[in-house]
């Protein structure tokens, strides 16, 4: 998911099968899927058409309350795991979480790319060390539907950089101590503020984004 595609962009499926070099039939089964995953809606109308979907601080709210119990659990589980492993959990941790600060500070497109790069690598790294297969699969369908509302927030979360860092450093100590309750409960916290966020920007940008 790269954002690329505006909420209310229509999804033609003949187009999609010439462009992607796969047949209308599994265009059409990818569409289902997405619809079902509430990132395609279809548009009433004459023709009825499928569009990518709109923005809904409902829906915000809701993946960012599976995202902090999933990953909260995910968080917990790396915190339990060797010392050794652990170590390199949280080094890897704190790599990310640097990148994006240093990235925030450059205040241009380009960085603001990064720090979102760096944003979600971090979340991405803590799914990939703390879950196993089943965890890290709801987890991935999870950021699928987070991405877009991550991509119009970045500036905003990088705008107070120092607390998003000490959100993450205050989960990397808590795997660190291997305590899993307090990791977990730091990362719920965290995405109950991101969602805080994603519900500002959809109050501005509303249904159809700026893309």
Do not use: N
Request: charged share 25%; with cysteine; glycine share 10%.
């Amino acid at each position: 998911m790269s954002g690329h595609l505006a909420p209310g962009t229509p999804l033609a499926e003949a187009d999609l099968a010439k462009r992607l070099g796969v047949s209308r039939t599994s265009v059409r089964v990818a569409l289902d899927r997405l619809q079902q995953d509430r990132l395609v809606a279809v548009r009433t109308g004459r023709p009825v058409r499928p569009v990518v979907a709109p923005l809904a601080a409902e829906d915000a709210d809701a993946i960012c309350l599976l995202l902090g119990s999933l990953e909260g659990l995910a968080a917990g589980i790396a915190a339990v795991g060797p010392d050794g492993w652990r170590r390199q959990v949280v080094s890897r941790l704190r790599w990310l979480s640097a990148d994006l600060v240093e990235a925030a500070a450059g205040g241009h497109a380009f960085d603001l790319r990064r720090a979102y790069d760096a944003h979600a690598g971090w979340h991405r790294s803590l799914a990939e060390q703390g879950a196993g297969p089943r965890l890290q699969g709801e987890l991935r369908a999870l950021r699928a539907r987070v991405c877009r509302y991550e991509r119009l927030a970045t500036p905003l979360l990088v705008r107070d950089v120092a607390a998003l860092r000490d959100a993450h450093e205050a989960v990397a100590e808590a795997i660190e101590a291997g305590d899993a309750e307090r990791a977990a409960e730091h990362v719920e916290r965290h995405w109950m503020h991101a969602g805080d966020a994603y519900r500002q920007v959809v109050a501005v940008v509303g249904p159809w984004g700026d893309w």
